[in-house]
Every structure is written in C-alpha cells, then in structure tokens.
C-alpha cells in the first residue's frame, strides 16, 4: 500500500489525497507496532521492528514505515527521542524526488509534533534538548524548502506555470514548519532571535527562489507574535533587501508595518521605546526602492500610502514623518513628469495619502509643507474629491479656524471646490445629477465657514475678509452659496462687536467698528444683488433687522432703500415681485428704530409698489397687509400709529377686492379678518359699522359661490371668522355690536 | 557382528582447509562422512551422511572503508563510501553517496549484492553472476553536493563467506554494485568487491542435518 506512493503520475492534489489515505492507513499499523512491542519477547521489540523495516526493497514504503515504526520507538523511550528524530530525518534524504520527498518529511513532521524534546514535553532530557528539538525542525524545513524551490527547475519550460501552480498548492507543506517552529514552548524571544530567525532567513536567501521567498517571508510575518518582530525588526527588514528582484518585496514590508501598527496601536506599552520603527521603515522601503530600477510608480507610492497608514496610527504627533512622506511621494512623481506622468493605477494611492492624515489629524493637515503640492499632481475630478474629503473631514471635527493662514491654507487646499479650475470639464456640459453634487459641495463649504471663529471680533473681521476674497472667485454658480453664510456669519459678529462696543471695558477695547463689518455685509451683498435678487432682498431685509436691532438707524435705511432698489431694478417676475413686497412689509413692521420722517418715506413706497402690483389680488392682499405698517408697537410701546391711514388701507383694498373678478368673496373675507385684526387691538378707526358691512358684503356675496374646492375653502373660512367672532364675544364687550343689530 | 555395535570413530583435522558447505548454482562443496563395511560374501554396505560445515572466523583486524571517487566526463561525477570492505554476514553496510556533479536526470539509485560463481581453473573458467538483491537507496534527481545515506542490512539475504579457489575448483566472490538509472532507463554503475565472513554460527530453526560442527 505503501508502495502506491511511489507513484510519478499524480498530481499533487491527487498526491496529496493518496498521501491522505495511506497515512490514514498508517494509523492502524502504528497501533499494531505499539501492540507488537508490548507483547514483550511473544512479539518483535521495537527495536527489531526499526531493523526490519529497514529491510524494505523499496524506499517509499521503507522511509513511510520507518517512521511509523520511529514514532511508536520515540514514545517508548527506549531509545532517546532525537536520536531517533535525527535518524529519520537523515534517512529521508534518500528521497530526492521533490513532490515525494515534501509529502515524507511532511509527515515525518505530524508525526513527530507531539515527540519533540521541547521544553516542558516528557520526552526533554534523556530525549534531548529544546535546541535538539529546534535543530530537528529546521532540519526538516531546510530540506523541505530545498525540495520545494527544486520543483521550479523540473520540466519543461513551456509547463512553468502548471508548475508554479502545482508549487503554490504545495507550499503550506512547507509553511507547517515554520508553524511547528512558533509553537514550540521552547523557542522564546531570545531563541528566536539567536536561533531560529537567523537559520531561517538564511534558508529564505540562500535559496534564491521568488516564490518561495515570497511566501516564506510572509509566513514567518504571520506566524510568529509580533512582539518578536518588533525585537528582530532590523534583521528582518535587511533580510527583505536581500532577496530576488522578483519578489514583492513591498509587500511583505506592507503587511509587516500593518501588523505591527494594529499592534501598536491595541497595546502601546510593549513597544520597546528605543525602538523607532518609523525611520527604520522608512529607511528600508526606500532602499527597496533605490535598489530595484523596476519598481513600479505604482508600487513606490503603495509603500507610501503604507508609510502614511503606519505613521498616523502609531506615531500621530510626528507630523514630520507624514510630511516627509508626502515629500518623498511629490518627488517621486516630478521625476515621473509632474502631472502628466501620473499613471492611471496610482491615482487611488495619491488620493489615499492625502486623505489617510485627515482622520488622525484633521486640521493639522495645515501644518504639513507637501500636502499642497501633492494634490496638484491629481486631475481636477480626484482633486475635487479630495477636497471634499478634506472638507468634510474638518467638519466632522469641528475644528475653529483661527488665523488668517488656517484660513487661506484650507481654502487654498478646497480650492476645487471654491472655484472653477482650469482642467475642469467646461461647466456648460455640468448639469443634472452633476447639480446635486456640486450643491452638496458647496453646502460643505457653507458649513466649513462657520467654523471660521476667533475670540476677538478684529481678527475674525479679517477671518471673514480672508473668506470673503476665496469666496468672490467662484464665480457666479457658487455665490449663492457662498456668500449667505458669509452675511448671516458677519451679522453674527457684527452683534458681538456691538456688545463690546456697549460694554466700553477699559481692559478690552473693542477694536472694530461694527459699522465697519455692517458696511463689509453691505458690499457682499451687493455683489449678489445683480444674479440674485430675491436672495439678496431678503438679505438686505435680515442685515437691516440686524442694524434695527442695534439702533443703527441710517444703515438700516440704507439697507432697506437698497431693498428697494433691487425690487425695482431686478425683481420683473409678478409672483416674484407679490412675494418681495410682502417680505418687505412683514419686515418693515418689525423694525423700530426709524424716525418718523424716515418711516414715513419707507412705509409710503411700500404701500405705493404695492398698489402697483399687477394682479388685482395681489394688489388686494398686499395693500390690507401694509395697514399693519400704520399701526406698529405695543399697546405699552406704542410706534407708528396713524389710524386714518389704517382705515384708508382697508377700504382701498375693499375697492379693490370688488374689481377683482372671481376672487371677491374670497379676498373680503380676508379683509374681514384684517379689520377683526385691528377691531381687536383697539384701532379708533376701525369701528363697529365697518365690520357689520363688510358682513353683510359676504352675505350677499355667498349664494354666488360656486361649488369649487376653493369657495368651499372660502366657505369655511368665513364660518371659522364667525365662529372666531362669537368666542370673543364671550370675551369681551364690544365684539357684542358686531352682531346686535342683525339678530 | 551379529549385534549392534557402536564404533567411535575421530577424523583430526579433516576440515583443515577450513571450507565451508557451499551449494551454488553450478558448484557444490559438500562433506560427508561415509560409512562402508566390507562383506567377503556380498557386496559393500555404504551409507553416506552428509553435514554441513560452518567456518567462523575473527574479525578480520584490518578493515578499511571502501573510499572512491568515480564518473564520466562532464556527465555524472559522485564519490561513495562504504564503511568496511569487509562484511560479517549478520553486518549493515553504512556509507553514502556523494554527488559531485550531476548533468544527468536521475530516476532513482539502488545498491545491488552480486554474487559471482567462478567454477574450473585456468583456461576454462566459467563464471556466473547473480544478483542477490535489489535495495533502491534514492528515488529522485539529486543535485550536486547532496550526499545520500546507505544502510543496507545484509542479514536479510541468503549469503554465504567469500570463498577464494577453494581446491582451485571455485570461487564465490560478492560484489556490492551501485547503479544509477536515469530518466531514459540508461543504467550507469560501479561495483565493487566486498568480502563477507562468517561471525557467528547460524542456526535454523529445524535442522535436517545433523548438528553443526566447527571446524575451528
């Protein structure tokens, strides 16, 4: 049965199946050699049996049952186990065939797992020594390996890849060694570094094979703890400059400098601390790369984006290593040719670098001399999203930007976003869902603004100036974004300047006017006024609130009449225009601190554009609303209050309402409620007689409804006014005469 | 004599040449003791016994290692060792096989016990080899510097002591050859003469003849 294996036509993973059933097999005959030997002189004794198995013809089935014959003999301990152990693995250099040889020392290997004179094992002392047992394995290994890489050079050429296929299924044959080797009680940090990583890596070396190299490097990697990496590093980096051309060199330094960041970064206190790792990393990879002319761009910036993941885990306060990185990466890619030299693969990697600091370092990006000379190595599309990155990076952290550099260095670096680039694709062909991007990167950009702030208005006036300037060269698409934030922002601190204004504390003299920030808000939106009118109405309606609220008459005024100026130059549109007025109105009446000249003025042009309306009803809606202009305040703080021309209103609107066809009754039942309004807050001139026509108006009016949704919605809402009228009537006196005479 | 009698007989130094029973393919060296009593009246009455005969000897005091280095030209070049040239019977040749130079795909490599039988003297001699065994020491293609370990029990095979032309009638010499076939079934080898000596007195288990006698 033995004999099967001697077989030259399987392959491997036939072999590998045969193997399995023989050794299966072997188990029993094991068993059976125990049971011989036990029997004392009745049997054969296991050293007769370790004779006569010798006597096989054969090699194969001679060097399987030897070994079978060898385990029971170690586990007897009549002889000592590493005489035995070094026996075998002598006698298996008999089998040179690389495929048969590997499935025999692979199981000479199992079977001797559990018989090596380890330390602690039973079979220590009179069986040997940890350094027998180490001896024996590597032994093992050697030989393995040799048989290994000697599977490459069998055959034809024109079979290499079969055969190199074949290799890499074998290959863990191999690697179980090495295993072996890590779970040996004996082999402590000491023995590793004296002992078993020399011989190993000398085996890796010597040996001269890419593929076995390869996977041997990566296996000692992963099967060995990492603090013993750290102990050995330098050893081993120096061993990875050593090795064929070939060999993925980068990454078996990759996977190194992951493993050993995971780990710093889980236990801190283990990593010896004269031991800096960084530079030596750095040192290797970059021989790595000076010594093989090969190297792909695409590989020197992977080893690089490595450096960067390892620098930002392990070491997050050195900013010098990330910066010298980034140095070492822009420098690689000038001599590639700059922009144009970039290839296709490693666009993901330069974008990697860039944006792996950002989430260890957030802001101090700022800080790094070669971040910005990285990005413009990138094509506008990467670069933008890079920007983005960082953008929502900083967001995300919520850093302050508090100096003119942090300011000007970050919008340099968002530029992309901020403004249009030259290699962008033209921004005619931009449109559909291109829209819903850009707007979300501009929303991005909103909210980075906010984050500009600094404790002393003065310097974030200038904050805000250094914005304003990045800002104004987006171009037109951009400012509607941009610029509001800025408003809203300025007015912010135009409060807060004003409140130190007030305080007048000797220590911390204000050192800005806030005249001089409301006038910095005048001129932004001035800027928007001729491409956006509604927005920089309203934002010239918010500044003048905010100048109100600061008793800045004049500014207020000049804001307003700006207001104005836009509605009339700019605003065409009849439901634009409806819209603005009412804004306008409903502002207006807000405000307090206007003299009565001033008001006058402003109120009189109100009510003058609104007559001017196009639609009837608009005309309607809008001249009833300016009425609340005539009466402003508080019955406590009584402000304008012109009754006469509160009643003038109403009854213009009322004439109005009556030429408008088809919305009458809607539009007087809106007034109605407009007189109830001002009925309410005790207006001299609005009196009973009013509202007890007005009544009788809708009354008359109603039969005439049709049946539409909207008169019924008209219906109700008259039903809900009267309704509205009989509740105050329970409240209060005078309601009681709306209703006297009609009953 | 008309009753059973018994008569001791003693032949001193019969076996002075000290050579033992041998039984080969063409040859045979048998002893005998014969018995003939004449009779005036009728014929003889003869009866033969045949025993065999045993030669131990001491171990031999010199003893080298078989040491040599063998090839061909730009093809195949190893060094091989064997650790006595002399054998006891019951011995296991320990040695190994050097590779020097290998520019030939090897199959596999075996050690082979020859056994000449070299019967008649002088112009008329005929010789007889057969192989005793077949042992396989290596499968596969070494490369150079590999050195191969030989252990080759010899208590297995049916051996007999090298006999040198005893009675000038035969010799039976042991050659251990070592042979190495390659890919294309081409067979390359290197034999070498062994001597094999008797230590110790062999017992079989039901013996037909009569006990053994040294013949020391």
Known sequence: MTGELRTSNLSPKNYYELYMDVTNELREMELFFEDEDSKGDAGHSIEELYENVQHAGNIIPRLYLLVTVGSVYVKSKKAPAKDILFDLVELSRGVQHPMRGLFLRYYLLQISRDKLPDAGSEYEGFGGTVKDAIEFVLQNFGEMNKLWVRMQHQGAVRDRQRREKERRNLRQLVGTSLVRLSQ????????????????????????????????????????FPDDYHLATLETFLGTCSQLQSKVNVKQIIISLMDRLADYAK????????????????????????????????EDVLQLQVSLIKFASSVYPDRLEYIDNTLGFAAQVLEKAGGKAGVEPGCVKYIRQLLTMPLESLGLRILKLTNYGGLMTYLEY?????????????????????????????IFQYISPVIKDQEDAKSADGDDGDDDFEFQQEQHLSAQLFHQIYHDEPAVQVQLYATARQHYGRGGVRRIQHSLPPLVFGSLALAARAHEKEQKRDEDDPPKVKTKKILGFVHEIISALAQHYPELALRLFLQAAAAADAMQYEDIAYEFLSQAFVVYEEEISDSKAQFAAIVLIVATLQTLGCFSEDNYDTLITKATQHSAKLLKKPDQCRAIAQCASLFWTGTDEEPGHRDEKRVLQCLQRALTIANGAIGHQVHLFVEILNRYLYFFDRDCPSITVKYLKGLIALIQEHMPNLDNSDVSEMVRIHYRNTITHIQVKQAVSEKYLAITEDEE | MTESTSYDFEFANALGNGHET????????????????????????????????????????????????????DCLHIEFEYNKSRYSLQDVVIGKIYFLLVRIKIKHMEIVIIKRESTGSGATVYNESSNISKYE??????????????????????????????????????YLNLVLVDEEDRRYFKQQEIQLWRKSLRTLPTSKKSGPTSSK
Request: negative net charge; glycine residues 4%.
């Open chain 1, 184 to 223: 040996m009680d004996g082999v402590d940090l000491d023995t590793y570094k004296e002992v078993v990583l020399p011989r190993v890596l000398e085996q890796i070396v010597n040996c001269k094979d890419v593929i076995a190299q390869e996977y041997l490097m990566d296996s000692v990697i992963q099967v």
């Open chain 1, 266 to 297: 889980q236990s801190p206190q283990n990593v010896p601390s004269g031991l800096e790792m960084f530079p030596l990393f750095h040192q290797y990879s970059s021989k790595v790369i000076q010594s093989n002319q090969h190297i792909s761009q």
């Open chain 2, 137 to 174: 020491i290596m499968d596969g293609a070494p490369v150079r510097g590999e050195s191969i370990p030989v252990r080759l029990f010899l208590s297995p095979y049916d051996l007999s002591p090298t006999m040198k032309n005893v009675h000038n009638k035969f010799s039976v010499k042991y």
């Open chain 2, 22 to 73: 041998y039984a080969g393919d063409n040859v045979r060296l048998r002893y005998f003791v014969r018995v003939q009593i004449s009779r005036q009246y009728s014929s003889n009455i003869t009866k033969t016994v045949d025993f065999a005969v045993q030669n131990v000897v001491p171990e031999p005091e010199i003893n080298n290692s078989i040491k040599m280095e063998v090839g061909i030209e």
């Open chain 1, 381 to 409: 599309y990467d670069r933008k999203n890079v920007s983005v990155k960082i953008l929502e990076a900083v967001v995300f952290i919520g850093e302050k930007l508090d100096s003119v550099d942090k300011v000007d260095q």
